[in-house]
Nanobody, 124 residues
Framework: QVQLVESGGGLVQAGGSLGLSCAAS????????MGWFRQAPGKEREFVAH????????SYADSVKGRFTISRDNAKNTVYLQMNSLKPEDTAVYYC?????????????????WGQGTQVTVSS
């Protein structure tokens, strides 16, 4: 069982930056592939980024590539999402998620545990 708690959301102007954190409980954090998803009002939850167990491999949605960076610190049981050059269309609730098997990591169904989400609002 893994519990995930996101933090760092807030209100930022377009072009600004924001960093999200996701703290995980338990001693097996390093055995999980971690992902970030987001859900805007009236839209489906969509993949944003993932990072593998060791942090040596990452992937991003095309919409955030070059602007967002995912990282993890296994000693601190934490995964991060640094968001730069934010756009109004990045406004959403952001969720972190943990996957035991790491298969199909761009899909919601690949993840076993989810955080409660943190709101990110980008004003124009």
């Amino acid at each position: 069982q893994v519990q995930l708690v996101e933090s760092g959301g807030g209100l930022v102007q377009a072009g600004g930056s924001l960093g999200l954190s996701c703290a995980a409980s338990g001693r097996t954090f390093s055995s999980y592939v971690m992902g970030w998803f987001r859900q805007a009002p009236g839209k489906e939850r969509e993949f944003v980024a993932h990072i593998n167990w060791s942090g040596s491999s990452t992937s991003y949605a095309d919409s955030v590539k070059g602007r967002f960076t995912i990282s993890r610190d296994n000693a601190k049981n934490t995964v991060y999402l640094q968001m730069n050059s934010l756009k109004p269309e990045d406004t959403a609730v952001y969720y972190c998620a943990a996957s035991r098997h790491g298969v199909g990591i761009t899909t919601k169904g690949a993840y076993d545990y989810w955080g409660q989400g943190t709101q990110v609002t980008v004003s124009s």
